[in-house]
Nanobody
Framework: QVQLVESGGDLVQPGGSLRLSCAAS????????INWFRQAPGKEREGVSC????????VYADSVKGRFTISRDNAANTVYLQMNSLTAEDTAVYYC?????????????????WGQGTQVTVSS
Protein backbone atom coordinates (compact mmCIF):
# COMPACT_ATOMS: atom_id res chain seq x y z
CA GLN A 1 0.00 0.00 0.00
CA VAL A 2 1.41 3.35 -1.05
CA GLN A 3 1.71 5.91 1.71
CA LEU A 4 3.11 9.40 1.97
CA VAL A 5 2.92 10.78 5.48
CA GLU A 6 3.75 14.39 6.18
CA SER A 7 4.75 15.63 9.61
CA GLY A 8 6.33 18.65 11.26
CA GLY A 9 3.60 21.21 10.72
CA ASP A 10 3.02 23.55 13.64
CA LEU A 11 2.17 27.05 14.76
CA VAL A 12 5.24 29.27 14.48
CA GLN A 13 5.89 32.98 14.86
CA PRO A 14 6.86 35.15 11.87
CA GLY A 15 10.55 34.84 11.21
CA GLY A 16 10.65 31.36 12.65
CA SER A 17 11.60 28.03 11.12
CA LEU A 18 10.07 24.61 10.67
CA ARG A 19 11.21 21.37 9.09
CA LEU A 20 8.62 19.24 7.38
CA SER A 21 9.12 15.54 6.72
CA CYS A 22 7.51 13.27 4.15
CA ALA A 23 7.88 9.57 4.90
CA ALA A 24 7.15 7.23 2.01
CA SER A 25 6.34 3.54 1.77
CA UNK A 26 4.81 1.08 -0.66
CA UNK A 27 6.72 2.11 -3.78
CA UNK A 28 10.29 2.30 -5.00
CA UNK A 29 11.09 5.61 -3.39
CA UNK A 30 14.44 6.24 -5.06
CA UNK A 31 12.85 6.04 -8.51
CA UNK A 32 10.53 8.97 -7.82
CA UNK A 33 10.90 12.71 -7.70
CA ILE A 34 9.19 14.19 -4.66
CA ASN A 35 7.30 17.46 -4.55
CA TRP A 36 5.98 19.76 -1.88
CA PHE A 37 2.78 21.65 -2.57
CA ARG A 38 0.75 23.92 -0.35
CA GLN A 39 -2.78 25.20 -0.26
CA ALA A 40 -3.96 28.16 1.77
CA PRO A 41 -7.65 28.75 2.55
CA GLY A 42 -9.43 30.18 -0.46
CA LYS A 43 -6.39 29.82 -2.70
CA GLU A 44 -5.34 27.37 -5.37
CA ARG A 45 -2.80 24.70 -4.64
CA GLU A 46 0.73 25.96 -5.26
CA GLY A 47 3.84 24.00 -6.14
CA VAL A 48 6.54 24.86 -3.61
CA SER A 49 9.54 22.68 -4.35
CA CYS A 50 10.67 19.40 -5.83
CA UNK A 51 13.69 17.15 -5.76
CA UNK A 52 14.68 14.54 -8.32
CA UNK A 53 15.09 10.89 -7.46
CA UNK A 54 18.82 11.13 -6.82
CA UNK A 55 18.61 14.58 -5.28
CA UNK A 56 20.66 16.14 -8.06
CA UNK A 57 17.93 18.51 -9.25
CA UNK A 58 15.93 20.84 -7.03
CA VAL A 59 13.38 23.44 -8.02
CA TYR A 60 11.74 26.15 -5.92
CA ALA A 61 8.84 28.48 -6.43
CA ASP A 62 9.91 32.11 -6.53
CA SER A 63 7.91 32.76 -3.37
CA VAL A 64 10.14 30.47 -1.29
CA LYS A 65 13.47 30.66 -3.08
CA GLY A 66 16.27 31.45 -0.66
CA ARG A 67 14.15 30.57 2.37
CA PHE A 68 13.19 26.92 1.86
CA THR A 69 15.50 23.97 1.25
CA ILE A 70 14.39 20.55 0.06
CA SER A 71 16.47 17.44 0.69
CA ARG A 72 16.02 13.69 0.70
CA ASP A 73 17.39 10.61 2.40
CA ASN A 74 16.76 7.66 0.13
CA ALA A 75 17.98 5.21 2.77
CA ALA A 76 15.20 6.46 5.05
CA ASN A 77 12.58 6.94 2.29
CA THR A 78 12.09 10.48 3.51
CA VAL A 79 12.09 13.95 2.02
CA TYR A 80 12.50 17.09 4.10
CA LEU A 81 11.52 20.71 3.62
CA GLN A 82 13.46 23.14 5.77
CA MET A 83 11.52 26.40 5.97
CA ASN A 84 13.19 29.52 7.32
CA SER A 85 12.15 33.16 7.66
CA LEU A 86 8.51 32.17 7.66
CA THR A 87 5.82 34.77 7.06
CA ALA A 88 2.05 34.75 7.34
CA GLU A 89 1.94 34.16 3.58
CA ASP A 90 3.43 30.70 4.19
CA THR A 91 0.40 29.60 6.20
CA ALA A 92 -1.14 26.63 4.42
CA VAL A 93 -1.60 22.91 4.42
CA TYR A 94 1.57 21.39 3.00
CA TYR A 95 1.40 18.21 0.95
CA CYS A 96 4.09 15.97 -0.45
CA UNK A 97 3.59 14.14 -3.72
CA UNK A 98 5.55 11.55 -5.70
CA UNK A 99 6.23 11.74 -9.42
CA UNK A 100 7.32 8.66 -11.34
CA UNK A 101 9.47 10.76 -13.70
CA UNK A 102 12.22 10.72 -11.12
CA UNK A 103 15.07 11.97 -13.27
CA UNK A 104 13.20 15.22 -13.81
CA UNK A 105 11.77 17.71 -11.36
CA UNK A 106 8.81 19.99 -11.87
CA UNK A 107 6.54 21.79 -9.42
CA UNK A 108 3.65 21.67 -11.88
CA UNK A 109 1.77 18.88 -13.57
CA UNK A 110 0.10 15.71 -12.31
CA UNK A 111 1.69 13.56 -9.63
CA UNK A 112 1.20 9.89 -8.93
CA UNK A 113 0.80 9.73 -5.16
CA TRP A 114 -0.21 12.28 -2.54
CA GLY A 115 -0.05 12.56 1.21
CA GLN A 116 -2.76 13.88 3.49
CA GLY A 117 -1.03 17.11 4.40
CA THR A 118 0.30 18.88 7.47
CA GLN A 119 -0.82 22.29 8.69
CA VAL A 120 1.66 25.14 8.92
CA THR A 121 0.43 28.29 10.60
CA VAL A 122 2.60 31.39 10.86
CA SER A 123 1.18 33.86 13.32
CA SER A 124 2.17 35.98 16.28
Amino acid sequence: QVQLVESGGDLVQPGGSLRLSCAASGFTFDYYAINWFRQAPGKEREGVSCISSRGTITVYADSVKGRFTISRDNAANTVYLQMNSLTAEDTAVYYCAADRWGSQCSIVGPKDYWGQGTQVTVSS
